[in-house]
């Protein structure tokens, strides 16, 4: 298994432009995650998806797009890149639950920076 | 929804003390709390993790304990060692959704 994958690992950005973050997970996991990691503010979670077709909003969704059309993929759109999206992107997914939590796998995180 | 307070944000010992950083969260429907270690330029991994049927887990030189009346839970390093130098996380979930305190940057002084 090849666990949890995105791309890209780096990508600068010119303000205004849009893209996608990719991330695909071969475990069979129902729950992905998006997260943003900026200096002393912890991991933040953007937007999560519990099922294929099934999206919801995190704490921080403002300026992005998620979708889930697969199980296996989910990615993260910046619709109109800002300075303030510059951070380290984490997706996650997690194996089913049966009520309770269980195990994140994070990716290896993409930088990005919007100039 | 749940909010997890972590302390403290730094802290440096020297090799071979023992550190212990501590969470607290909000939301008694918890019921899973992992620990996460970061290191530099690196993807958060679990290292241990504790159940709410549970009041103390350990792995060699890491514990975690849980208070559920209490609503804390905490990571104990015992012998630290300059490579347990990161920054850790730890987290209460419930169901799907993981909260995440902010973080503990340990530094281990050789």
């Known amino acids: 298994n090849a666990g949890v994958t995105q791309t890209p690992k780096f990508q600068v950005l010119k303000t205004g432009q849009s893209m996608t973050l990719q991330c695909a997970q071969d475990?069979?996991?129902?729950?992905m995650s998006w997260y943003r990691q900026d200096p002393g503010m912890g991991l933040r979670l953007i937007h999560y998806?519990?099922?294929?077709?099934?999206?919801d909003q995190g704490e921080v969704p403002n300026g992005y797009n998620v979708s889930r059309s697969t199980t296996e993929d989910f990615p993260l759109r910046l619709l109109s890149a800002a300075p303030s999206q510059t951070s380290v992107y984490f997706c996650?997914?997690?194996?089913?639950?049966?009520?309770?939590?269980?195990?994140?796998?994070f990716g290896e995180g993409s930088w990005l920076t919007v100039v | 929804g749940e909010n997890v307070e972590q302390h403290p944000s730094t802290l440096s010992v020297q090799e071979g003390d023992s550190a212990v950083i501590k969470c607290t969260y909000s939301d008694s429907a918890s019921n899973y709390f992992p620990w996460y270690k970061q290191e530099l330029g690196k993807r958060p991994q679990l290292i241990i993790d504790?159940?709410?049927?549970?009041g103390e887990k350990k792995d060699q030189r890491i514990a975690v304990t849980l208070n559920k009346t209490a609503k804390h839970f905490s990571l104990h390093i015992t012998e630290t060692q300059p490579e347990d130098s990161a920054v850790y996380f730890c987290?209460?979930?419930?169901?799907?959704?993981?909260?995440f305190g902010r973080g503990t940057s340990l530094i281990v002084h050789p």
């Open positions: 475990m069979n996991h129902e729950y």
């Open positions: 987290a209460a979930v419930q169901g799907y959704i993981p909260t």
């Open positions: 998806s519990v099922g294929a077709g099934i999206t």
């Open positions: 504790i159940r709410s049927n549970v």
């Open positions: 996650a997914s997690s194996p089913p639950t049966g009520g309770n939590g269980n195990t994140i796998y």
